[in-house]
């Protein structure tokens, strides 16, 4: 069914082939290296930094020392939105390309720094605090990857295929999630538990820095987004973008927030909560688990691709829809699977899992560029995400660990992100569809024609 967009269509000239594909590579290679850093931080909470980082820190038994160092991965969340206010301001001023060469430097490097890092064992309180500090920095710069990635690829796509374009950047986060489990899976079957505990832990880390080089000369070949373009070529650009963001598009702030904090937490569990509980709480084997953890990242691909092809057919709204009534029926049952330590029915648990996280994930990038204005665009996504994320997954494996040892029931974990994804999906069901939404720099009044559906992107 066709849907009615607007009067003014996109009247730049149309993008190459090979534009088109180094558009989408850059930012998926570009993400996937900047979640790359995120994750093997995640992943090394969960596995081993609490004995080596946070372990002293704890009277009162490795329950809290696994909580400390849960809580760290949320901190750096807590800084996303200082990274989001300052990437999309400067974004909306200076170009998306410029910010996404920075916050990927600075990820990298703190991430680097990270495996250089001495242990409590080793400079005492100084370790933790040191730890913390870089984490800081991560979270500064992923505040202000994701909107600049999003919309590097959505002001490149075709009117009729945002979503998909928009799905590149997000299958960045679980291609960033499959190179961060498949570099520790190899460690912890190559290396015994002493070696990984003694020095492996780094190797992942250290990695980063040559990714970094690689992530830096793709992004300096992407051409400006054509919309920031635009704005150049106009002189339109607002001297004050966060102050018109926050006047005029508050609402839309809350809403994107609340639109993504299911799915972020959700996402969270699967990424750092998951492998802890199963090998930790239920014994079993840790490079079997983190291997299942690859596939679930390869078939998160599949779904997250999928979701923003299917936002392209039946509209932004309905594909989260889909997706979140997906999450909420099936997380209980999560949890009841993975209790039986069977690792084929943890495969089941996550896999089916992945597919309502990939499909309310999808079309998160066309939706929310669909939102704003191009003036204020890169401060509103940036800034909406970056707020869901704290709303969601900042301390969610932190919560799930504590509903755990307070209740001993795993399932209480499944009704807790249930419950987030059940306000999530009123939010994106209270908001109007924005498939067809003009993206160009004019305001001004809009009146609706109909657009071709999608077709395959060559």
Not at 340 to 346: M, S
Not at 438 to 455: M, Q
């Amino acid at each position: 069914m066709k849907e009615p967009v607007d009067l003014h269509t996109d009247t730049r000239p149309p993008a190459n082939t090979a534009e088109k594909r180094r558009v989408l590579f850059g930012t998926l290679i570009g993400t996937s290296i900047e979640w790359y850093d995120f994750f093997v931080y995640a992943s090394a909470a969960a596995l081993v930094f609490g004995e080596l980082f946070f372990q002293p820190l704890s009277t009162d038994g490795s329950a809290w020392t696994q909580i400390i160092a849960f809580a760290s991965i949320g901190i750096s969340f807590l800084f996303r939105p200082l990274g989001a206010i300052v990437a999309g301001h400067l974004g909306d001023r200076i170009g998306r390309k410029k910010m996404l060469v920075v916050t990927l430097l600075l990820m990298g490097g703190a991430t680097a720094l990270m495996g250089l890092l001495p242990t409590y064992a080793q400079i005492g309180v100084w370790a933790p605090i040191l730890l913390t500090l870089l984490r800081i920095l991560q979270g500064i710069s992923a505040g202000g990857e994701w909107g600049g990635a999003a919309l590097m690829a959505v002001e490149h796509a075709p009117d009729n295929r945002r979503g998909l374009f928009g799905a590149f950047p997000q299958i960045g986060v679980p291609v960033g999630m499959l190179m961060a489990s498949l570099v520790l899976t190899v460690l912890t079957l190559t290396m015994s538990t002493e070696q990984f505990l003694a020095w492996g832990w780094r190797i992942p880390f250290l990695l980063s820095a040559v990714l970094i080089l690689v992530g830096y000369f793709i992004r300096r070949a992407i051409d400006e987004s054509p919309v920031f373009q635009e704005l150049l070529d106009r002189r339109a650009r607002s001297s004050a973008p966060l102050g018109r963001l926050f006047r005029s598009h508050a609402k839309t702030l809350v809403k994107c927030a609340l639109i993504f904090m299911g799915n972020n937490a959700a996402g969270w569990i699967l990424i750092a909560f998951i492998s802890s509980y199963a090998t930790k709480h239920l014994g079993m084997e840790q490079s079997s688990v983190l291997f299942v953890i690859c596939f679930a990242s390869i078939t998160w691909m599949g779904t997250t691709l999928w979701g923003g092809i299917l936002s392209d057919r039946i509209g932004r709204v309905r594909t989260f829809q889909l997706g979140y009534g997906t999450l909420i029926i099936w997380l209980v049952p999560l949890f009841l699977l993975i209790d039986t330590a069977n690792i084929w029915l943890l495969s089941l648990a996550v896999l089916t899992m992945t597919i309502g996280l990939g499909i309310a994930y999808g079309p998160l990038s066309a939706m929310y560029a669909e939102m704003f204005p191009a003036e204020v665009r890169y401060s509103g996504v940036s800034i909406g995400y970056a707020v869901g994320t704290i709303l969601g997954g900042a301390f969610a494996p932190m919560v799930a660990q504590m509903l755990l040892d307070l209740t001993g029931w795993s399932p209480a974990i499944g009704i807790y992100v249930a419950v987030l994804c059940v306000v999530s999906l009123i939010a994106v069901s209270m908001t109007r569809e924005t498939r067809g939404t003009e993206l160009g720099a004019e305001d001004g009044s809009r009146e609706s024609i109909e657009i071709p559906e999608p077709d395959v992107v060559r």
